[in-house]
T-cell receptor, first 112, second 112 residues
Framework: KAGVTQTPRYLIKTRGQQVTLSCSPISGHRSVSWYQQTPGQGLQFLFEYFSETQRNKGNFPGRFSGRQFSNSRSEMNVSTLELGDSALYLC???????????FGPGTRLLVL | GQQVMQIPQYQHVQEGEDFTTYCNSSTTLSNIQWYKQRPGGHPVFLIQLVKSGEVKKQKRLTFQFGEAKKNSSLHITATQTTDVGTYFCAGRDIQGAQKLVFGQGTRLTINP
């Protein structure tokens, strides 16, 4: 099976812009989670989706939003980008919610 | 909210020495997962422990889940240069529908 894919892999934006990141889970996986990874903060949980429903949300401002489609693909959007949003954004999929998570390669976002 | 603390944050060893990282949760966990992230890579699942007091081995790696299901450890015997990376533990509160919370990780470097 193909692994989790994330697009784009690298992105440079300027403050105030918005960005949409995409995640395609492993075929058959219905749960998708998003994490923000920064050197100082480790892996911070953003969202968790299962069958198009947001199951959990992390402690991030409303500028961060996400959704999951009927084919389990997921997108996350960050509006009004700030310098502090520069990070590696990781998507992980699992067959069911509490099972092993398989991570994608991530999208590295740089906000200038 | 639930917190997962991991120590040490960094560990540098000589090749051949042993290594241990410890994980402590502020709440009782339903299970604990361990991941390894190589430099420049993404987290890769290593193992999941579910039962109280469970011990699992993978070659030179030994994983333990505490009796109270609030702590866990990963021990590597006779480290090799291929063990370099950051090791993360992650757990969900035993109360249902909780998000997966990652520890800050232990970064292991090895002097060959």
């Amino acid at each position: 099976k193909a692994g989790v894919t994330q697009t784009p892999r690298y992105l440079i934006k300027t403050r105030g812009q918005q960005v949409t990141l995409s995640c395609s889970p492993i075929s058959g996986h219905r749960s998708v989670s998003w994490y923000q990874q920064t050197p100082g903060q480790g892996l911070q949980f953003l969202f968790e989706y299962f069958s198009e429903t947001q199951r959990n949300k992390g402690n991030f401002p409303g500028r961060f939003s996400g959704r999951q489609f009927s084919n389990s693909r997921s997108e996350m959007n960050v509006s009004t980008l700030e310098l502090g949003d520069s990070a590696l954004y990781l998507c992980a999929s699992s067959f069911m919610v509490e099972e092993t998570q398989y991570f994608g390669p991530g999208t590295r976002l740089l906000v200038l | 909210g639930q917190q997962v603390m991991q120590i040490p944050q960094y560990q540098h060893v000589q090749e051949g020495e042993d290594f241990t990282t410890y994980c402590n949760s502020s709440t009782t966990l339903s299970n604990i997962q361990w991941y390894k992230q190589r430099p420049g890579g993404h987290p890769v699942f290593l193992i999941q422990l579910v039962k109280s007091g469970e011990v699992k081995k993978q070659k030179r790696l030994t994983f333990q889940f505490g009796e109270a299901k609030k702590n866990s450890s990963l021990h590597i015997t006779a480290t090799q240069t291929t063990d370099v990376g950051t090791y993360f533990c992650a757990g969900r509160d035993i109360q249902g529908a909780q998000k997966l919370v990652f520890g800050q990780g232990t970064r292991l470097t090895i002097n060959p």
